[in-house]
């Protein structure tokens, strides 16, 4: 009989689905137990289970941010690393979410997620999509906004320039496309001086 490991999905899954597929166990719970001492399996937090990668496992921090803590999505450092739009690779896997923050180190990394207000949280939004699941993330607009949004030193178009430049170290190629009018909803939807100082520099420099 082929092990139960290599029949379970390459992406992570939960407690419930994890016991159903161990049913004919007498106990189900006692073979967890079992697996994660063998490593087959990696808990990733209470409930929630991965292969490890010798065995096949994705672990797409994206994804694992979106199952870890929700509602969520990933955005700023993390998301703007993922669209270019700065050189550095992110290690703390960075989201906003519209409950409580929270912070969780787990043993494949470190998910931080920011509370975000409701009335501007579903907006501007990217579906993500490979062959076993699918994972949210904000647009390349609004991972910038999100970020700026809590800079409380972004008061005139030249804060947003120094911000940019010299914390952010952002790429001026892939900031001169940005979506004018996706900007602009984030704006109208945002109600954030910076967000609108950054908008309102940005029509000037782009359009």
Known sequence: MKPIVFTLPKHPFDYQYLSHRLRQYRSPRAKIGLMLK????VRIKK???????EYGGKLDNILLSNLIYGPSYISFEYALSYWGMIPE???EVTA???????RFQT???TFSYRFLNKRIFPVSRVLL?????SSIIASK???LCDRLAIVKEIKREEDVVKYLETDLRIDWNE?????VVELKSIMAHYRSKPVSVFVGWYLTQYV
């Open 38 to 41: 063998k490593k087959e399996i």
């Open 96 to 102: 906003v979410t519209n409950k409580r923050k929270k």
């Open 107 to 109: 043993p494949v990394g």
């Open 47 to 53: 409930g929630l289970y991965s292969l490890p990668e």
């Open 175 to 179: 900031i001169k496309d940005l979506d």
């Open 89 to 91: 690779k992110v290690e």
């Open 141 to 143: 607009e609004k991972a």
């Open 129 to 133: 999509k490979d062959g076993e699941g």
